[in-house]
């Protein structure tokens, strides 16, 4: 029985053509390995390897997938955490330095032409095969545009939007008699965070379009895959096999330039028209309405275009995949980190009352002015208790195990600093990046770290307020948008995550809507205990299918 199994794969493998194939691809690894990819600096060691290893064992290339966690625990201990660069494994033969986290502030001062964020994402998107051209990262003024949102208009329309993203995520279909249903926590986060997303994106044109926002969705996963391909093969392959890997995205972009084309035209013709001399009222003063238009991230793209990159603004390609990309960026993560949020806040131990804690502090704080569906930045900052939870779910759970990475793009590489690799160099093409997630977890920054305590930042907060009344001393940099050392999900630096401030109305939003008008608890198989995340390889996701039940209330609770 075995043989008849056996033997038609072995013809196979032994056929002509496959041989042909296998012998290409050793050859095409060898010349990429001799010729293309950067050299590891010999005293820089390889994780799980002996000292004199220059490439990584089968063995740990199979850790790298099933237990990462255990490499980069080790690589913190016995490496970062003495100040030693190490080379850890990543997708496919692929490889990466990763640098102790002493030496971060070196990194932030070196200049971009020598340590390069955006070749680092290049590279690490893929952005060539998916987008069809680099300068949307290079160039990334749509980026950097969400640094001029205005916070509180965007909150607003965010929070007008809520009922509707309920609506249509969670009350739509059957409820039991009592009235319970069962959703999947992060098929329906997912879908709320698209909702949201769009609404600061492209506005009440497109926000409500079912399918404009599985198509985003669609899309963000679609990136995934070409860069996670990208990553996995080596660079000699990949014109073809990202090429490949891209088509389902380009598909899925045609249609997404079809949808938006309206929207983008009309929106064209809004802004040349107001362009134009226009007349002028008794005062002498010109007459120019720009309160028609709508505000949101592609109306900003639009309005910079228009004035610094004359034509992109033409062009529904450049514009459309640009809002692609910041699509990408706003939906992906953030979809991913609110699920795993919502799932800490049923999961987390009783002791801490997290539900009810949370509605006690939205009711004190939303009423505050007397009108609770304002939405203020004050009131935002006022919501601490929230705000750690936000904080201590991301500290745990950041959806990747490092942060800041970065490309060497200086002709003669980068000299590194630090007493035991005196004279390393990295050389030019080199990528590397720090570990997030041990320093996050490390007991000796986090007592009892790797316990989900939701005030564990409130608490240091009010406690920091306490004594600051007598001793005048500074808040703590524990909200959910500060940034340290030791924590990492937004990064760190002037290149940090600038969209943090919209994720940190986002998540309040989000659990003052469902707090308010739900009540939620585990199916009764789960035994009150919350399923565990999910890692792949690197990556930490909330547990496919985790569901949760929900019952809209009769009366709000607060
Ligand atoms: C929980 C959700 C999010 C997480 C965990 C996250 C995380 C990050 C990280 C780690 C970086 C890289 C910084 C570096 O390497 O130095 C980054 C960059 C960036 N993020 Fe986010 N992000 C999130 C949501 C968002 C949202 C909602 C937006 C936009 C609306 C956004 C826009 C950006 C932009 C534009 C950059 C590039 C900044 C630069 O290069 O200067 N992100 N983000």
């Known amino acids: 029985m075995a043989s008849l199994t056996v033997q038609p794969l072995l013809t196979l493998l032994t056929s002509t053509p496959v041989i042909t194939l296998l012998i290409?691809?050793?050859?095409?690894?060898?010349?990429?390995?001799?010729?293309?990819?950067?050299?590891?600096?010999?005293?820089?060691?390889?994780?799980?390897?002996?000292?004199?290893?220059?490439?990584?064992?089968?063995?740990?290339?199979?850790?790298?997938?099933?237990?990462?966690?255990?490499?980069?625990?080790e690589a913190w201990n016995s490496y970062l955490k003495l100040g030693k660069p190490v080379v850890l494994p990543t997708l496919g033969?692929?490889?990466?330095?990763?640098?102790?986290p002493g030496w971060m502030k070196w990194v932030h001062s070196l200049p971009e032409h020598v340590v390069s964020v955006a070749e680092a994402f290049v590279q690490f998107d893929k952005i060539f095969y998916s987008m069809g051209d680099e300068k949307y990262i290079r160039d990334q003024y749509q980026g950097l545009l969400v640094k001029r949102f205005d916070l509180e208009v965007m909150g607003r329309d965010i929070w007008e939007e809520m009922g509707d993203c309920f609506s249509r995520w969670v009350d739509r279909g059957e409820v039991d008699e009592r009235g319970w249903?069962?959703?999947?926590?992060?098929?329906?986060?997912?879908?709320?965070?698209?909702?949201?997303?769009?609404?600061?994106t492209v506005g009440l044109d497109l926000c409500r379009n079912e399918e404009y926002l599985r198509l985003t969705c669609d899309m963000s996963d679609a990136f995934v895959v070409t860069a996670a391909v990208g990553m996995?093969?080596?660079?000699?392959?990949?014109?073809?096999?990202?090429?490949?890997?891209?088509?389902p995205l380009r598909v899925k972009t045609r249609r997404f330039l079809n949808m938006l084309e309206p929207v983008?035209?009309?929106?064209?013709?809004?802004?040349?028209?107001?362009?134009?001399?226009?007349?002028?009222?008794?005062?002498?003063?010109?007459?120019?309405?720009?309160?028609?238009r709508p505000y949101d991230h592609l109306q900003l793209m639009l309005e910079f275009a228009q004035r610094n990159r004359p034509d992109e603004f033409e062009s529904i390609n450049d514009m459309g995949r640009r809002l692609a990309i910041s699509n990408f960026g706003g939906i992906h993560q953030t979809a991913i980190h609110l699920g795993v949020m919502v799932l800490d806040l049923l999961g987390s131990d009783a002791e801490f009352n997290t539900i009810s804690s949370l509605r006690d502090e939205f009711k004190r704080v939303m009423y505050s002015d007397g009108d609770p569906d304002k939405w203020t930045k004050s009131k935002l900052a006022s919501l601490v208790k929230a705000d750690s939870l936000g904080r201590e779910s991301m500290r745990l759970n950041q959806f990747g195990g490092r942060a800041l990475f970065r490309k060497v793009v200086a002709d003669g590489g980068l000299k590194c600093p630090g007493d035991h690799v005196d004279h390393v160099v990295l050389p030019k093409g080199t990528m590397f990046s720090f570990l997030s997630k041990m320093p996050q977890t490390d007991e000796q920054t986090y007592p009892d770290a790797l316990k989900l305590d939701p005030f564990r930042f409130s608490r240091m907060r009010e406690a920091a307020a306490a004594e600051g009344i007598e001793k005048g001393a500074a808040a703590p940099p524990v909200s959910f948008v500060s940034l340290s050392l030791d924590h990492l999900p937004f990064a760190h630096g002037k290149h940090a995550c600038p969209g943090r401030f919209i994720v940190d109305f986002e998540l309040k939003m989000l659990f003052c809507y469902l707090l308010r008008n739900y009540d939620i608890e585990w199916p009764s198989e789960y035994e009150g205990r919350r399923p565990p995340n999910v890692y792949v390889a690197e990556a930490c996701f909330p547990p496919k299918g985790a569901r949760m039940r929900i019952r809209r209330r009769e009366v709000p609770a607060f």
């Open 181 to 200: 249903k069962e959703v999947d926590v992060a098929e329906t986060v997912r879908g709320i965070v698209a909702q949201m997303t769009a609404r600061f």
């Open 232 to 247: 996995a093969v080596p660079p000699i392959l990949q014109p073809v096999a990202c090429r490949l890997a891209a088509l």
């Open 264 to 292: 983008y035209k009309k929106r064209v013709e809004q802004l040349k028209d107001d362009a134009k001399p226009s007349p002028q009222d008794s005062s002498g003063q010109q007459q120019r309405d720009s309160n028609r």
């Open 24 to 73: 290409i691809i050793a050859l095409l690894y060898t010349i990429d390995t001799l010729f293309l990819s950067p050299p590891y600096p010999k005293a820089i060691a390889l994780i799980n390897e002996p000292p004199s290893a220059r490439r990584f064992s089968l063995k740990t290339r199979y850790k790298f997938y099933t237990d990462n966690v255990a490499l980069h625990q």
């Open 93 to 100: 033969y692929s490889a990466e330095v990763v640098l102790p």
